[in-house]
């Protein structure tokens, strides 16, 4: 039904090309307003750029009234935040949260926990487990929550799989020095802090296939974990980073692996969002008119999951023009919808159409934002069955465990927690009063647990697994 939709689509939109009728749309349509209407998010970065003025005014005109999500291309990275030890610099994520206010626009924050942009002060403590530890709880504490409420989503862990095999990226300072666990405990502290922001593990080459020995199988299996745990993950953002197929033999993406994706994150209550999205040509080849259509083609098919699936409600470009894209450092070119003189490419008027010629089907509800919204925080993956409302109800304790660490949220401030490690059995195994929401599990053997807390005349009884 679906797929019949879609190329109902296909066929609209090259007959429209073909008979130069993009314009017979009213002419005020953006892609804005149009992904409004649909009920997704499409934006673009704010280039590094536009943070020091140096982009010409209609830059930031297209921008604004073409895209309803924006993200910052480096500004609110960890050596742009905190660029000293706990010194933090928050002047130029200020600006694009107003800037993103004043014009009503969803923000993504980009990127709490990754390998790269790390300050140097940072590494000098390799292999300092405990530092490190407490060198990314503050980092996340300070940034989000400066901006708690304001940021709708954070990149809570950015690339953390190996490239080669499906395996962790083994050489962040992170995995380095604390181990995998620093990913599940950068989720748990995000949520801490800003419990109503949805939470999303990104990456690249998610769209090269969902198989134990692609990068989406690996993380398939790490969201399925985190779930099963209680880890607050709501979202996987796919990087997607593709190249052109025709100029580049090699290039093993694709929309439908993509899709695949998406699906299988649905079972699990999770979204997909497309997040930094380019499709760039080998440099130095000559791009002709017919490439950039079917580099058009190739964004409308990446949209149409977007569009498509329930799941999926997010579609952000890494850039605007071609003039002002990190992608000749990848070798590449050419991959935005606008070209060097902020004139829309075919790629604009694919994604356009597209846009305006898409009817859900007639079985499904029409995305809207009640849908996006309740996608990941009422049909949250946090705990089967229960929402993430009721997850931070007031007054309501909430459990998990990140490595040997326990975190309780939820507690009534100032008042100790009596939480209580019983066998499978009931009988007692470790006792301790929580004041600060963290309970150290480094001596208990590994195993299935009862914990039961008491705070006050609240108490949530939970099994859990020590690993
Ligand atoms: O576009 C960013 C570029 O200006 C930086 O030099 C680069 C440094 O790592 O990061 C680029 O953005 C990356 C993003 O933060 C994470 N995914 C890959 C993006 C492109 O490299």
């Known amino acids: 039904m679906k797929k019949t939709h879609a190329f109902a689509g296909l066929v609209l939109s090259t007959a429209l090309f073909g008979a130069g009728l993009t314009n017979a749309f009213a002419a005020d349509e953006t892609l804005r307003s149009l992904a409004d209407k649909n009920g997704i998010y499409i934006g673009a970065i704010l280039n590094s750029q536009w943070f020091n003025g140096g982009l010409p005014g209609n830059y930031e005109q297209i921008h604004k009234s073409q895209f309803n999500i924006v993200v910052a291309e480096n500004e609110m990275k960890f050596d742009a935040t905190e660029p000293s030890e706990n010194r933090f610099n928050y002047n130029n994520g200020d600006k694009m949260v107003k800037y993103a206010k004043a014009n009503g626009m969803r923000v993504r924050g980009h990127a709490l926990a990754w390998h790269s942009q790390v300050p140097n002060w940072v590494n000098n403590y ?108 709501h979202c996987v953002g796919s990087q997607t980073h593709v190249e052109d197929t025709t100029t580049d033999k090699h290039f093993i993406g694709s929309p439908d692996s993509l899709r695949s994706l998406a699906k299988e994150l649905a079972k699990l209550n999770v979204k997909l969002k497309i997040t930094e999205l380019d499709i760039g040509f080998k440099s130095g080849i000559n791009v002709s008119k017919s490439d950039l259509e079917r580099q058009g083609q190739t964004f409308r098919q990446y949209l149409d999951i977007i569009l498509e699936e329930p799941n999926a409600d997010t579609y952000l470009i890494w850039g605007v023009s071609d003039k002002w894209s990190w992608l000749g450092g990848l070798n590449r070119q050419k991959g935005l919808i606008y070209d060097d003189n902020l004139k829309p490419k075919p790629a604009f008027d694919s994604i356009l159409v597209r846009l305006q010629t898409y009817e859900p089907p007639k079985d499904t509800a029409k995305k809207d934002s009640t849908v996006k919204d309740s996608t990941a925080k ?90």
Not at 176 to 195: K, L, M, N, R, Y
Not at 412 to 431: E, F, H, I, M, N
């Open 126 to 233: 390799k292999g300092n487990k405990q530092k490190l530890l407490s060198v990314l709880k503050n980092h996340i504490k300070n940034v989000v929550g400066h901006w708690k409420g304001q940021i709708d989503e954070w990149d809570v862990v950015n690339e953390a799989i190996s490239n080669n095999e499906p395996q962790w990226r083994t050489g962040s300072v992170w995995y380095q020095g604390i181990g995998p666990e620093f990913i599940d405990s950068a989720f748990v502290w995000t949520h801490e802090v800003d419990p109503d922001a949805e939470l999303c593990y990104n990456d690249y080459n998610l769209e090269q296939g969902v198989n134990p020995k692609a990068k989406a199988g690996f993380l398939l299996e790490q969201v399925k974990r985190w779930v099963k745990n209680g880890i607050p993950i």
């Open 378 to 467: 009422d049909s949250t993956a946090l705990d089967p069955g229960q929402s993430i409302k009721q997850f931070n109800a007031p007054n309501s304790l909430s459990l998990h465990v990140a490595g040997r660490t326990l975190f309780v949220t939820g507690l009534a401030s100032k008042t100790a927690a009596k939480v209580d490690l019983l066998d499978l059995q009931g009988r007692p195994v470790y006792s301790t009063n929580c004041i600060n929401g963290t309970v150290d599990l480094s001596n208990i053997a590994e195993g299935l647990y009862v914990v039961r807390v008491q705070n006050g005349s609240t108490n949530l009884t939970k099994r859990i697994s020590i690993k």
